[in-house]
């Protein structure tokens, strides 16, 4: 059981680049999401899709775009990459409502540079 | 939206010494979670808390719903209990998690 799948682990891209981060989970949970990690700082959600074929715009989205590909699968997509999208990119599933417990499990990052 | 705040922001010990680090919240919570984020930056789940007590080797934390906070407990700190600790919350009428902005724990040996 991998859990949540991100790739890649690390990217430099110049700036005005595009690039896709991909993400994938095999718990089977319906909620995915995507966070923005800067130094010094709590996550920030970007973009999240409650289920297949819905998404929505978190805290941060300028600059961002999202697909749910189908249930296994949420990418995040750089359209023209700027040097403040430097960050640490996590992905993460929500576990459904189970015997009074639910959470969040996160992949285990991409680290993203724009020169 | 929810505002969480963790205290204190920077936390040094020496290696034995025990600790607690507090998360307060502005909201009613669905969920709580406690993460440790390694220095290889890895985010480690270490407890579904939104409400009681609970308790892992030598973690425990306590969620008191009603009075909107979180306590983390470390006992007999290690080196390798080295790292940020954040508090995350899920506020009742959403389904997203929204992070306060960490406690910066050194445990020197």
């Known amino acids: 059981n991998a859990g949540v799948t991100q790739t890649p682990k690390f990217q430099v891209l110049k700036t005005g680049q595009s690039m896709t981060l991909q993400c994938a989970q095999d718990?089977?949970?319906?909620?995915m999401y995507w966070y923005r990690q800067d130094p010094g700082m709590g996550l920030r959600l970007i973009y999240y899709?409650?289920?297949?074929?819905?998404?929505d715009k978190g805290e941060v989205p300028n600059g961002y775009n999202v697909s749910r590909l189908n249930k296994r699968e949420f990418s995040l997509r750089l359209e023209s990459a700027a040097p403040s999208q430097t960050s640490v990119y996590f992905c993460?599933?929500?576990?459904?409502?189970?015997?009074?417990?639910?959470?969040?499990?996160f992949g285990s990052g991409t680290r993203l540079t724009v020169v | 939206g929810i505002q969480v705040e963790q205290s204190p922001p920077d936390l040094i010990l020496q290696e034995g010494a025990n600790s607690t680090l507090r998360c307060n919240f502005s909201?009613?919570?669905?969920?709580l979670q406690w993460f440790h984020q390694n220095p290889w930056g890895q985010l480690i789940n270490l407890f579904y808390?939104?409400?009681g007590t609970k308790q892992n080797g030598r973690l425990s934390a306590t969620t008191v719903a009603t009075e909107r906070y979180s306590l983390l407990y470390i006992s007999s700190s290690q080196t390798t209990d080295s790292g940020v600790y954040f508090c995350?919350?899920?506020?009742?009428?959403?389904?997203?998690?929204?992070f306060g902005e960490g406690t910066q724990l050194t445990v020197n040996p």
């Open positions: 993460a599933s929500r576990r459904p409502w189970d015997r009074g417990i639910y959470g969040y499990t």
């Open positions: 718990m089977n949970h319906n909620s």
């Open positions: 899709s409650a289920s297949e074929g819905t998404t």
């Open positions: 909201d009613s919570v669905n969920n």
């Open positions: 808390i939104p409400s």
């Open positions: 995350a919350v899920e506020e009742t009428s959403g389904s997203r998690l929204t």
